[in-house]
């Protein structure tokens, strides 16, 4: 005969482990959400820092051509003005 005790407390831990697998499930199955938005953001920040580092570089080339050029005309008006004095 068997002892009903021991069945009992064979299927509390059977029940046991499929709640803490249900759980476990749960949480993987939540980790793995977070996990996508995070780098869903993490890849729309990239893109972001991407489109003002290339903004930047932009403005930087124009900034440096704005002053190459106001370099040079400022050499030119400093030619004129020798030339003059001569």
């Given at each position: 005969?068997?002892?009903?005790?021991?069945?009992?407390?064979?299927?509390?831990?059977?029940?046991?482990?499929?709640?803490?697998?249900?759980?476990?499930?749960?949480?993987?199955?939540?980790?793995?959400?977070?996990?996508?938005?995070?780098?869903?953001?993490?890849?729309?920040?990239?893109?972001?820092?991407?489109v003002d580092a290339a903004q930047?570089?932009?403005?930087?080339?124009?900034?440096?051509?704005?002053?190459?050029?106001?370099?040079?005309?400022?050499?030119?008006?400093?030619?004129?003005?020798?030339?003059?004095?001569?």
């Amino acid at each position: 005969m068997p002892r009903p005790l021991a069945a009992s407390f064979q299927a509390n831990i059977t029940i046991f482990e499929l709640i803490q697998d249900i759980i476990e499930t749960n949480f993987l199955t939540k980790f793995h959400e977070d996990w996508k938005s995070i780098n869903q953001c993490d890849l729309l920040r990239v893109n972001k820092a991407n489109v003002d580092a290339a903004q930047q570089t932009t403005d930087k080339r124009r900034s440096q051509k704005l002053t190459m050029s106001t370099l040079c005309s400022d050499e030119l008006k400093m030619i004129d003005i020798i030339k003059e004095d001569d």
